[in-house]
């Protein structure tokens, strides 16, 4: 697939400076760009690469002035970083534009399939599912009874989506993942073991949600686990019942959430960091990975640790603890001459 620079410019509503027919196949970083492929720049520390690389186009900021001469075909746009993102979402759509349905697949006749739906081969559709439009159903796809797929929604291979959970528009659904198997809810029984608790409730995922490879999260025992709209997920993250995320947070890999627990808006989690059930986490707290979260936190807080803390006091806290040895050095030294004074 080529384009012109006239044609991503108009994609990106930017200004060519240079030939605005050139063509691209291929994307590059700028060191290593070739004839051909398109790059960007928008870091400063790479602007060398831009008079030595063979990149046909360049994507730069809009205030670029080069001080030596280029042979690359210059694209100005007021964000070239912005820009270069917007047009590998643009390239990722129209690469991924499947449609049809392929056979052996099990579609309920109860579903009433869009005319510009994609479902890849052995997918499964059950009973009384509603899907939006331009939703994309990759092989070996679960749908269970009763869900709901708002329109423009890509379920990558190997997604499950159990009974009754709700998906928005434009989420992202990648491979492996699980929505709405059961809760971890167990009772202590007479007989010295425990007792499954029925886990009755769905899960639903809000408009542009974004989740990662292999990440499961329950259905609520009552009621919904719920991730707002914006929210993203990283890979291997475990999300308990019950659980809510608020709006345009984002959460790296290996981070697990158990029961209850109200995370808020606009925060940042770190990789592998372990948050408590029942808790309420406040708006635009940020947590460091590896951190262990095991009280409320309130909003704007930033924490590291296990138990986790405020991230400045840590810091002070690290450096007196690397020095350890030798505080304990010192005071029994000091010890040692308080007792030769006795």
Known sequence: MKFTAE????????????????????????EE?????????????????????????TIVNADFKPEKPISTTLIKVDDAYEGFSKLLEYYDRIKSNKTGIEQPCYIAESVKVPDDIYIGAFAYIGNNVEIGDNVKIYPNVFIGDNVKIGDNTTIYPGGKVYSDCIIGKSCVINSGVIIGADGFGFAPNKMGGYSKIPQTGNVILEDEVDIGAGTTIDRATMGSTI????????????????????????????????????????????????????????????????????????????????????????????????????????????????????
């Open 227 to 342: 991730l707002r709209f914006g929210v993203k997920l990283d890979n291997q993250i475990q999300i308990a019942h019950n659980v809510e995320i608020g709006r345009n947070t984002v959460i790296a890999a290996q981070t697990g959430v158990a029961g209850s627990t109200k995370i808020g808006e606009h925060c940042q989690v770190g990789g592998q960091v372990g948050i408590a059930g029942h808790l309420t986490i406040g708006d635009n707290v940020k947590v460091q990975a590896q951190s262990g979260i095991g009280r409320n936190v309130k909003d704007n807080e930033v924490l590291q640790g296990s138990p986790a803390f405020g991230y400045g006091d840590f810091n002070k806290s690290y450096v007196h603890f690397k020095n350890l040895p030798k505080i304990v050095k010192n005071i029994n030294e000091i010890d040692k001459k308080v007792d030769g004074t006795n």
């Open 33 to 57: 760009g070739t004839l051909g492929s398109l790059t960007f720049l928008s870091n400063l520390k790479y602007t060398p690469h831009i008079y030595t690389t063979e990149a046909s186009i």
């Open 7 to 30: 044609q991503i410019a108009g994609i990106l509503e930017g200004t060519v400076v240079g030939d605005p027919n050139i063509e691209v196949s291929k994307l590059s970083k700028i």
